[in-house]
């Protein structure tokens, strides 16, 4: 305020030398907006100042107990740290209460953040040795359910990474089965329904973290070479589902389908088959259920999608699942990834048309990235083949820029008559 | 913030404090009320991501000869992941081990603590108590790991099968942390 008022007594003055008003207009003017006074100048002082002191307190216990943590009795350091949990937690309500939901969110985090610490510092107080990951899920679990109650979407997102390092501890530490974890994040949908405002990222990061874990368990039972294209199909069918309700909800899940089929795909080319070799290098049961699952999804969707008669190009949708088993199957076989990427391409070009028929900015959106990216893929494994060196990059190079430049051109074109969805 | 949300969100701090204090209570009466065991040990290893550096102690009881001790008859089938009880006796100024069991056996022997199989190689298994770390503040850990061979000992507390960790003896001096 007081910089606003200095700039108008200056610029007021010159608009009365130009004559634009007069001297008493100035004045009024100028007294609308008051210069800044003793007492505004005063209360500014203090505050800063008790921010300051505020501050130093902090750092003074923050490194009185950091220094006599050792020396500190068992009991006072359990008392010492619910206190600082119970205080987070109080000014997290006190914050809501007064309606300031950023700062409610910013200490209900740190109460659950301290309620963590606390675990693992008493583990450490009394020389534990943990045989499972539990106590990381009992962390999960709490953050969960602080994050239904606040609504608050950091604290959701820090639930969630909070149960995939139990996933991923639990998994590949202790050598248990992630069935725990699928039963937690099924139990986190209702919270998820219930977050408010610009949740786009956040469901992201769900399904990000969803999707890690279901491939750990498909690893974990050696069935991830159909198991990931038929949690990919999975999601898509879904989504088929959800489109009856919300159509952009319901297009933005199957794409997450169509892109974690794709990601699979692309990252066992850069590994070079080593992901699916590495998963599993023989049909094991886990594969065949998995492959009756998708083939079933397959025809599910296929048939309900004629049964509503969905557009002509959204049809041609499911036929990008087919080349993603393939190159699965290829993969896990150690076989070249070459033909199911070709395949790949060729479908995803399909959902690029079925986009561009129906003018979908979804469709069109992300089967611009995912199509660049298949082609991307393609030239690795041609390139590797058949190109060297500074060829190699010139042609790829040049490849890449046409498609990318066709590419936008299409979708362009297409948003100028598409109906925008 | 309604009313129902305060009164759950006070609840579920209620339950992480209570949550806590329990942790912290189930160990420390261990240490209260359990019996004194001098063990042997040979440290190794320290690290932690989470709670940061230790000392990764190898006990005499960690390995048993399954042919050196008393057995039931579940010892045949023992396994990795299954839980035994071990008696214990004193030998000089440690306890060693004694018997293995499979079930908690209705006769009293010596001093009795709980283990779960790491591993099992014909006659000889690998055995956790749950004392196998000690904590120790950061850049200390070397202190007991450089510790001349069998100059390192830890007292334990025993009390109804599970035991902790109450000091670490270098050369017969607590190891003060």
Redo the contacts between chains.
């Keep these: 305020m007081s910089e606003k008022n200095s700039w108008l007594r200056q610029e007021s003055q010159s608009w009365v030398t130009d004559g634009l008003i007069s001297a008493e207009q100035r004045d009024q003017i100028v007294e609308r907006y008051p210069a800044e006074t003793e007492s505004g100048t005063g209360s500014l002082v203090p505050k800063l100042l008790m921010g300051f002191a505020a501050g130093l307190v902090g750092i003074g216990l923050l490194l009185f107990v950091a220094s006599n943590w050792?020396q500190m009795s068992?009991?006072v350091k359990?008392v010492l740290?619910?206190v600082v949990?119970?205080a987070a937690?109080a000014g997290?309500?006190q914050a809501?209460?007064r309606g300031r939901e950023s700062s409610?969110a910013a200490f209900a985090l740190l109460?659950s953040l301290t309620?963590g610490a606390?675990?693992?510092?008493?583990?450490?107080?009394?020389?534990?040795?943990a045989?499972n990951a539990n106590a990381l899920l009992?962390w999960a679990a709490?953050t969960l359910?602080?994050a239904y109650?606040?609504r608050s979407r950091l604290v959701f997102v820090a639930a969630l990474s909070e149960l995939l390092a139990y996933d991923l501890v639990n998994t590949w530490e202790y050598h248990n089965s992630g069935w725990i974890f699928l039963v937690v994040m099924l139990l986190a949908v209702p919270f998820l329904r219930g977050l408010q405002g610009r949740r786009q990222w956040v469901l992201t990061a769900y399904m990000v973290i969803l999707t890690v874990g279901v491939i750990d368990l498909l690893a974990r039972y050696e069935a991830a070479i159909i198991g990931v294209p038929a949690y990919a199909l999975l999601l898509y069918f879904i989504g088929l589902l959800v489109r009856r309700r919300s159509e952009a909800e319901g297009i933005w899940l199957q794409l997450v389908g169509v892109r974690v089929s794709t990601l699979f795909v692309l990252a066992d080319l850069v590994s070079q088959g080593e992901l699916t070799d590495t998963i599993s290098t023989r049909v094991v049961p886990g594969d065949l259920v998995a492959t009756g699952v998708f083939a079933g999804l397959y025809v599910l969707t296929w048939g309900l999608q004629l049964k509503w008669k969905r557009p002509h190009g959204e049809l041609l949708d499911g036929l990008y699942f087919v080349p993603v088993v393939l190159t699965a199957w290829y993969g896990g076989g150690g076989l070249p990834l070459l033909e199911g990427l070709l395949l790949a391409v060729a479908a995803l070009f399909w959902i690029l048309q079925g986009g561009a028929m129906n003018g979908e900015r979804y469709r069109l959106n992300n089967g611009s990235v995912l199509f660049g990216l298949a082609v991307f893929g393609l030239y690795v494994a041609v390139a590797s083949e058949l190109l060297q060196g500074a060829a190699g990059f010139l042609v790829g190079g040049i490849v890449l820029f046409a498609v990318a430049f066709l590419l936008e051109r299409n979708r362009r074109r297409a948003m100028k008559g598409g109906d925008g969805s | 913030m309604s009313k129902t949300r305060s009164l759950l969100l006070g609840l579920a701090v209620v339950l992480q404090v209570a949550v806590l204090v329990w942790i912290a209570l189930t160990n420390q009466r261990i240490l209260d009320n359990g019996e004194p065991i001098l063990l042997q040990t040979a440290p190794v290893d320290p690290s932690d991501p989470f709670r940061g550096e230790y000392v990764s102690l190898n006990y005499e009881i960690s390995t048993i000869d399954l042919s050196a001790v008393n057995v039931d008859e579940g010892a045949a089938g023992i396994e990795r992941g299954d839980t035994v009880y071990v008696d214990l006796f004193p030998d000089g100024k440690y306890h060693k081990a004694n018997s293995v069991w499979t079930e908690i056996p209705f006769m009293l022997g010596g001093p009795r603590i709980q283990g779960r199989v790491e591993w099992r190689s014909e006659n000889t298994i690998g055995v956790t108590y749950g004392i196998e770390q000690y904590f120790t503040p950061q850049g200390r850990a070397i202190e007991i790991e450089r510790s001349p061979q069998d100059s390192v000992d830890v007292q334990i507390r025993l009390w109804n099968g599970s035991a902790r960790v109450e000091k670490v003896l270098v050369n017969g001096k607590e190891f003060v942390r």
């Design positions: 050792a068992n009991v359990v740290l619910n949990m119970l937690y997290s309500w809501y209460r409610g109460g309620f606390a675990i693992f510092l008493i583990g450490q107080m009394y020389h534990l040795v045989f009992t709490v359910f602080v109650l606040t």
